[in-house]
């Protein structure tokens, strides 16, 4: 059958998804709402909550004795899950922190291991917490370095890759970017940027946020220096889920965290006063670790580690194409535009419309039609794409709740004040 607008079509795609039966591994109150938001935050995962009760039993039995049992060790040992998802061998991936606090440290520690030069590149895309991090890092450094933000050619869906690649020099200490760009889904080369930044002897750190789940990486076989990324988006690792990071094992005892604490220590129950860096990975951790909400995360890893990652990325790309088919036949001729890349070799996995009434359509799916996607200024309205839940029928569906706002200007009832998150 060709592709086609009628419902059956979306029937089709779902009777012969290989992946529809992973919808099950998630605790889904209401299945009338449709949820287009998991490159946010994902769906709660049933193992997730049955990990939570049993953690709340262990607490209460073994008490400080459990970090003896698997408490310690959770950084390491859920980072090796991690590795399985973004092409890592082992002893390189460490859960801990925020992405905002890993991006410091892992980029503090590259421009150190660098300190003759100036240039930190970036992209105008990139998530602002990622920008807010490096203006620190340079203001705290002495303001000595050079941040330089390369912009886009077609109103911010794709990045100036040949401005990028022009820029990077003998000066430049680092090129670090989203691997999907947070609005358009852009998603870079990661092979080819750092393939150049290493020509030049610069560093790359990658942020795996929008990508890790969604996406295959290949951190190993890129021979990427940094990484960093976020679980609790396509992960459906919980809100406050824990981070990660990734140092390429043969820069790990050269490198340093710019924050020395007690589990980044060699030996910390020796409780000696002098720091001493632990070898590898592990002296980037600093203080005590979320246990309740890493532990939560380490379930969610189950379902995508079993689908593989190369299924994941094979359906993904299926709907995003499918999205796309529709809303070029059903939503266009409502104003909207396609805010993302067409090629799905350089699309992640949300798909951005752009509609002058964004703000208002997005709140109207939200409180009249059981839709969520999300917005994103100026005009952005995002539909993330999560392959374990997310079914061709919604897909279907979300359009045809869209058009009825247009439609029937459902919209128009609702403000234009922004709420506090979008
Ligand atoms: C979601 C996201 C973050 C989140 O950072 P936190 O510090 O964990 O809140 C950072 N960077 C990118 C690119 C993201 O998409």
Redesign the pocket.
């Known amino acids: 059958m060709d592709v086609n607008t009628n419902l059956s079509y979306a029937k089709s795609l779902d009777r012969s998804d290989p992946l529809a039966s992973f919808r099950k591994y998630f605790h889904i109150p209401d299945p009338n709402l449709i949820y287009m938001d998991g490159?946010?935050l994902g769906r709660p995962p049933k193992a997730s909550g049955k990990r939570v009760q049993v953690l709340t039993e262990e607490w209460g039995k073994d008490l400080i004795r459990g970090f003896n049992k698997d408490w310690w060790q959770a950084p390491v040992r859920v980072g090796e899950k991690i590795a399985q998802l973004v092409g890592a061998g082992p002893g390189q991936i460490v859960v801990t922190?925020?992405?905002?606090?890993?991006?410091f440290k892992l980029a503090s520690a590259a421009l150190s291991y660098r300190s003759q030069r100036r240039k930190i590149l970036t992209d105008s895309l990139?998530?602002p917490?990622?920008l807010y991090i490096l203006q620190g890092l340079k203001h705290l450094l002495g303001d000595k370095h050079l941040i330089i933000r390369i912009g886009s050619k077609d109103n911010e869906i794709t990045p100036d890759i040949d401005e990028l690649l022009g820029l990077i020099d003998e000066d430049t200490a680092l090129v670090t970017l989203?691997?999907?760009?947070?609005k358009s889904g852009y998603l870079y080369d990661m092979a080819a940027i750092t393939e150049t930044a290493h020509r030049h002897g610069a560093l790359v750190l990658w942020?795996?946020?929008?990508s890790v789940g969604a996406v295959p990486i290949e951190l190993d076989a890129c021979d990427v220096d940094f990484a960093?990324g976020?679980t609790?988006?396509y992960l459906n690792g919980g809100p406050g889920a824990p981070?990660f990071l990734y140092v390429r094992k043969d820069l790990q005892n050269q490198v340093s965290s710019p924050i020395w604490g007690w589990w980044g220590q060699n030996d910390p129950f020796t409780f000696s006063i002098d720091y001493e860096p632990a070898p590898g990975i592990v002296r980037f951790l600093a203080g005590t670790q979320p246990i309740l909400s890493m532990l939560a995360m380490e379930a969610a890893l189950d379902p995508l580690i079993l689908a593989g990652m190369n299924s994941l990325r094979r359906k993904s790309i299926l709907m995003s194409e499918y999205l796309i088919f529709l809303a070029d036949e059903l939503l266009v001729p409502f104003g909207f535009s396609i805010g993302s890349p067409r090629d799905p070799n350089i699309r992640g996995s949300h798909v951005s419309f752009r509609h002058k009434e964004g703000y208002r359509i997005n709140q109207a799916l939200i409180e009249a039609m059981s839709v969520i996607p999300d917005f994103r200024e100026p005009d952005n309205i995002r539909f993330g794409l999560s392959p374990l839940y997310n079914s061709f029928t919604e897909i279907w569906e979300a359009v045809n709740r869209v058009r009825k706002v247009m439609d029937k200007e459902i919209f128009e009832r609702y403000s234009n004040q922004r709420s506090i998150v979008t």
């Open positions: 490159n946010s922190d925020s992405v905002s606090v890993n991006l990139n998530f917490s990622d989203s691997h999907v760009t947070f942020d795996l946020s929008h960093v976020c609790y988006k981070a």
